[in-house]
């Protein structure tokens, strides 16, 4: 599988990555046996970017990684984890200290002396702007605790304060074709500054799949129930903010336009990676089915201007107004 560079800080990740939120909890169950079969599908299929996050199952990912990638020495594989999610979301808790504890932590889940990349979880706005926290950032890449990091984002805004920070390596970002708007300026932007973009919910949780109905119910521990709203956590998490009657009836629409030989999901992560700007894309996958089919997805000829335009159509009418403003 082709891969891309984070450009400041020389890494290279698989155009297809896994993300493993699945793995850890907040998906329904997923037992030990299937998560380490996600991974070395995922593996095998040429995914060499792997990224969680310390609060995953609350460190249960992590561990699970570390344990496949300790019994295949023999694969390159780039580990990205998060952090900040674990405590109580005020700037004042965005300080080295705390940067070093929970990042001993992580090292012990992962089992390494440096984690390869390390982001902070969608944190307050205000920490974006601090320069004590990117200072304390900087302090864990001399002390070689880390490799480079990064920061995940929920808004577009705050994206484009991450890029202008001069060692941000990477911004993690939601974008499918149900959430455009980072197109129009923190790509661009964070093509020129060198930063890596990395796309995350890119099935827009499962609904670009085109397997839900509107009768489709999920586990009560399933964030697509209790997060519907934004009960737990931003809502552009789940559904990637769209209410999920619109979303089944527009995902039905997008799947009339996967070419033939592609799967709808295949079709949105094909979408993704023809973005200028991305670097990797992280679907998540329950099985080593589905795992499989993504990394497929990195296959796939370029999307002709047809079906990119028909995509773009479908946002304008069904889509835009309910996210842009939010997000």
Excluded at 35 to 51: C, H, N, Q
Excluded at 83 to 100: A, S, T
Aim: with cysteine.
């Amino acid at each position: 599988m082709d891969e891309r560079e984070f450009g400041r800080s020389g890494q290279k990740a698989s155009v297809i990555g896994l993300g493993t939120w699945q793995l850890g909890a907040d998906w329904g169950d997923v037992s030990e046996a299937d998560a380490k079969a996600v991974l070395e599908t995922a593996a095998e299929s040429g995914v060499t970017f792997f990224d969680t996050a310390d609060v995953y199952g609350d460190g249960r990912s992590e561990q699970t990684i570390a344990s496949f990638v300790s019994g295949r020495p023999d694969l390159h594989v780039m580990v990205a984890t998060k952090m900040g999610r674990r405590v109580e979301q005020i700037p004042q808790n965005y300080v080295l200290d705390n940067f070093r504890a929970w990042n001993d932590r992580s090292r012990r889940n992962l089992g390494v002396d440096r984690i390869d990349l390390v982001q902070l979880h969608c944190p307050p706005t205000p920490v974006y702007s601090s320069d004590e926290v990117f200072d304390a950032l900087d302090t864990l890449v001399e002390e070689e605790r880390i490799a480079a990091y990064g920061v995940s984002v929920e808004t577009c805004d705050e994206a484009l304060t991450a890029i202008a920070r001069p060692n941000v390596a990477s911004v993690q970002i939601i974008l499918n074709p149900f959430r455009m708007k980072p197109l129009r300026q923190v790509l661009p932007a964070a093509q020129e500054a060198g930063v890596g973009i990395i796309a995350r919910v890119p099935l827009a949780s499962g609904l670009l799949s085109g397997k839900y109905t509107k009768d489709t119910v999920f586990g009560a521990d399933d964030h697509r129930t209790y997060n519907r709203h934004g009960e737990a956590f931003d809502q552009g998490e789940t559904f990637s903010g769209v209410d999920f009657v619109t979303g089944v009836e527009a995902a039905a629409e997008f799947s009339a336009l996967a070419p033939e030989g592609c799967t709808p999901a295949q079709l949105a992560l094909r979408w993704i990676i023809q973005q200028p700007g991305v670097t990797t894309v992280i679907p998540g996958a329950r099985s080593p089915e589905q795992a499989h089919a993504n990394a497929e997805a990195a296959k796939l000829p370029p999307l002709s201007r047809q079906t990119l335009d028909a995509i773009d159509e479908l946002y304008d009418r069904r889509i835009k107004e309910q996210v842009e403003g939010r997000w």
